[in-house]
């Protein structure tokens, strides 16, 4: 693709990436086949070639408007497209990017501004958002049943094994799944702890930094992500084998600090190492011998949903399914696989309409195969789906972590 970039623009790193994005596409279109909300609402402006026009459009200076921004407020950076595309088109940064500058050109009407201030100022924060889920439960039985289902109960506290083991890895707290799915990173800790595997968290880490960076922040983006690199450094000095996440959008956004540093000389170098060290647990768990987990799924029939982030951002199709197969599981099959959710981070409360479409078509072919329960690797996903149904909706870890024997005394 021809363009005509401003050389206010072309000036900025940002600029020039976008410039070298856009050349690389060849407008063939295969990307709206597999673009959900092209697919529901069926304008070619709704579709990543449409958006990709619309940047294009702004960068050679066309003046945006309200309507430009609400086209790329309704991508949900699922990334589908950049799967499909034949010509490996960086749609995903390039909408950042055209996100970003829609920012400074366009002013939101208040409420979406306060909506948007609030969620980067709520969700980052385990405290914060830890208060806001208490008040719901303490609400839960005086709330209508569709918001009842909107509110996740709480979990019980479960044990973490003491780092007992040679082998060390490194564990991604989070921030929403810190707060509302705790047992997750427990299970997982159990789970490496069978394999001779010790999982450390450092407390001063938090948000990986992908709220504020999808929601146009860039600069509060990256201040969290230099303080997990501050953080987590002593400890890569000291040896750990990974940076576990277990929440693959988290996982995904940490794998990209190298790229979103790579122009600030203080971290850049330490950004790559992070990226390097950056792995979802069913990378950890695919490599291993799973012998010692002595998990037999025995046929149980298990809806898995792929979240956008592993099979389309870290680019992981059939990770989890594969370690699922090989441990006993059954697993339905799944229309559509390749569909968001339409959790895809805040978007469920910023799109709520789409959101929800995109929900049911999903839990539709997600329960068609009749499983027992619904797994996924997401806590966005997690939380999503749980809302439209009744059937068990955990992280596939803890799935595993159940089936395991308990240990004497725990």
């Known amino acids: 693709m021809e363009t005509s970039i401003l050389d206010t623009f072309l000036r900025t790193p940002e600029g020039q990436e976008a410039d070298a994005i856009l050349r690389a596409c060849v407008h063939c279109g295969f990307c709206t086949a597999t673009c959900p909300t092209y697919q529901i609402l069926g304008d070619e402006l709704d579709g990543p070639r449409g958006r990709i026009y619309l940047i294009k459009q702004v960068l050679e200076g066309k003046e945006p408007s309200h309507r430009t921004q609400q086209h790329l407020d309704r991508c949900l950076t699922c990334r589908s497209c950049e799967t499909t595309c034949p010509s490996g088109v960086r749609y995903s940064r390039l909408a950042d990017i055209g996100r970003d500058i829609l920012e400074g050109k366009v002013k939101r009407p208040l409420s979406e501004r306060l909506k948007r201030y609030g969620l980067r100022k709520i969700l980052p924060y385990p405290a914060r958002f830890s208060l806001l889920l208490t008040l719901g439960r303490l609400a839960r ?4 049943d569709h918001q009842k289902k909107k509110i996740p109960p709480s979990q019980p506290t479960k044990y973490w094994p003491d ?11 989070g921030c929403a ?5 705790p047992n997750t990173n427990a299970a997982t800790a159990r789970i490496l702890s069978r394999l001779g595997i010790s999982l450390v968290s450092e407390p001063s880490a938090g948000c990986c930094g992908a709220v504020s960076h999808h929601l146009s922040a860039p600069d509060e983006s990256l201040l969290a992500m230099r303080r997990n690199i501050d953080a987590w450094w002593p400890h890569i000095e000291s040896g750990v084998e990974a940076i576990i996440v277990t929440a693959s959008g988290c996982g995904a956004m940490v794998k990209d600090y190298g790229h979103l540093l790579e122009n600030d000389p203080a971290y850049a170098d330490k950004a790559k190492r992070v990226a390097s060290l950056a792995q979802d647990i069913g990378e950890v768990l695919d490599g291993e011998d799973l012998t010692p987990l002595t998990v037999n799924g025995n046929g149980k029939t298990v809806a898995y949903h792929a979240p956008c982030t592993l099979q389309h951002g870290q680019k992981l199709p059939g ?3 594969g370690i699922l197969v090989r441990l006993g599981y059954k697993l339905t099959p799944i229309a559509d696989s390749h569909i968001c959710c339409g959790s895809a981070g805040t978007y469920s409360l910023l799109q709520p309409e789409l959101s929800q479409q995109l929900l049911e078509q999903k839990l539709s072919n997600l329960t068609a195969g009749e ?5 996924t690797a997401n806590i966005g996903c997690q939380l999503h789906l749980a ?3 009744d059937l068990p909706v955990k992280h596939w870890i803890e799935l595993l972590d159940e089936s395991m024997p308990r240990e004497q005394g725990r």
Do not use: D
């Open 319 to 321: 990770l989890v399914e």
């Open 141 to 144: 039985p005086i709330l209508p």
């Open 163 to 173: 780092p007992i083991h040679r082998r060390r890895m490194l564990v991604l707290e």
């Open 177 to 181: 799944q810190k707060a509302a799915t």
């Open 371 to 375: 499983p027992t329960q619904i797994v």
């Open 387 to 389: 809302t439209g149904t």
